[in-house]
């Protein structure tokens, strides 16, 4: 099973939106409506961030948005602030009931 | 609330076994999968596999068989990831990670396993 595609690097400045991709197949992102989010700062253990392509956990901020178009899942990140520095990974369920992570984003905030 | 406790850091020599431990509080342990996690120094994560905890049925995903076993000890909520035969290359963070129906929704704190001579 080969990781989920995701840009290396985005960055924005304060305020601004930004939008994260994640490429798979038709037998993992494509397939399944069970594509979640999870945000990594330096040191930490993930967070989940975005469950089911678009569910946001209780405690998580409006700002972050979730979707997906084909075999590709989104990530947006809306009015940008300093602490949403971090390394974001999507993850997808896969048609041999397995799971597989993204190559991984660092989103800078300028 | 929802804790997953793991054990601490360990150094092995190459060729050694380690055993990390995850303890679970807060919700009725047999009733969620616990998920292996891996991310080696500067790199992403890795799904290593996971363990049914009513049944104790493990999948490991590709890379992570033979050297890779998880293993249960209900009587105290307590999962575990045993590596043998161990390499420079198995050096990294190990989380468990709790499901949350198809997402991963609580982790533990981490364990870093440095193997090195």
């Known amino acids: 099973q080969s990781a989920l595609t995701q840009p290396a690097s985005v960055s924005g400045s304060p305020g601004q939106s930004i939008t994260i991709s994640c490429t798979g197949t038709?037998?993992?992102?494509?397939?399944?409506?069970?594509v979640s989010w999870y945000q990594q700062h330096p040191g930490k253990a993930p967070k989940l961030m975005i469950s089911?392509?678009?569910n946001r956990p209780s405690g998580v901020s409006h700002r972050f948005s979730g979707s997906k178009s084909g075999n590709t899942a989104s990530l947006t990140l809306s009015g940008l602030q300093a602490e949403d520095e971090a390394d974001y990974y999507c993850?997808?369920?896969?048609?041999?009931?397995?799971?597989?992570f993204g190559t991984g984003t660092k989103v800078t905030v300028l | 609330q929802v804790q997953l406790v793991q054990s601490g850091s360990e150094l092995k020599k190459p060729g050694a076994s380690v055993k990390v431990s995850c303890k679970a509080s807060?919700?009725?342990?047999?009733?969620?999968?616990l998920n292996w996690v891996r991310q080696a120094p500067g790199q992403g994560l890795e799904w290593m596999g996971w363990?049914?905890?009513?049944?104790?049925?493990?999948t490991y995903a590709q890379g992570f068989t033979g050297r890779f076993v998880f293993s249960l000890d209900t009587s105290v909520s307590t999962a575990y990831l045993q590596i043998s035969s161990l390499k420079a290359e198995d050096t990294a963070v190990y989380y468990c990670?709790?499901?949350?129906?198809?997402?991963?929704?609580?982790w533990g704190q981490g364990t870093l396993v440095t193997v090195s001579s």
């Open positions: 089911d392509v678009s």
């Open positions: 363990i049914t905890t009513n049944t104790g049925n493990p």
């Open positions: 807060g919700y009725t342990f047999t009733s969620y999968g």
């Open positions: 038709s037998s993992d992102v494509g397939g399944y409506n069970y």
């Open positions: 993850s997808s369920y896969t048609s041999s009931s397995t799971r597989v």
């Open positions: 990670a709790r499901d949350g129906g198809y997402d991963l929704r609580y």
